[in-house]
């Protein structure tokens, strides 16, 4: 979490500047995160949480902006979770856009992992509803349990950061 709210980014809905916000939430480390070749295959340095495939979709098109940076996308609709799961044992990612429950599931099966993680982006975009990830309740508990059940142990060392955008 930000230690200082005066150096923190701004919570944000725009997609034209999630580059900058992603970039201003790593701080120094941004360069060295998304500019190397991740070490492990399936093992992203940040996590960009969505409340459904439609909208991760957005996301992931916003995210191909972040030049040198691989992108995966982990979420329903698009590619069946065997099909993920390959990808991720034979690619090196930067990113991945998903949903919490398809996230929690790919992790399960060792498939994703989280040893590289530095920055979660909660999307807080706003559905036609009136919906965001925080108040629907089976994306809500999705995503309470994966930062509880799959995150928990990282939170020690104070290496990952929640950011709201």
Do not use: Y
């Amino acid at each position: 979490m930000w230690s200082d709210p005066n150096t923190a980014p701004a919570v944000s809905s725009s997609h034209t500047d999630l580059e900058s916000f992603i970039k201003a939430a790593l701080g120094e480390d941004s360069e060295e995160l998304l500019g190397t070749v991740p070490k492990q295959k399936g093992d992203p340095a940040i996590i960009v949480m969505c409340t459904s495939a439609v909208r991760a979709i957005e996301v992931d098109k916003a995210l191909r902006t972040l030049s040198k940076c691989k992108v995966g996308k982990l979420f329903a609709k698009h590619m069946k979770i065997a099909e993920q799961q390959q990808f991720l044992e034979t690619s090196p990612i930067h990113v991945a856009v998903a949903t919490p429950h398809r996230a929690s599931a790919l992790i399960e099966t060792n498939t994703l992992k989280l040893s590289n993680l530095r920055l979660i982006v909660v999307d807080m975009s706003v559905d036609k509803k009136s919906c965001h990830l925080l108040n629907l309740p089976q994306v809500k508990d999705d995503f309470l349990s994966f930062v509880t059940n799959s995150c928990s142990e990282h939170f020690a060392d104070n290496r990952i950061k929640i950011v709201l955008f």
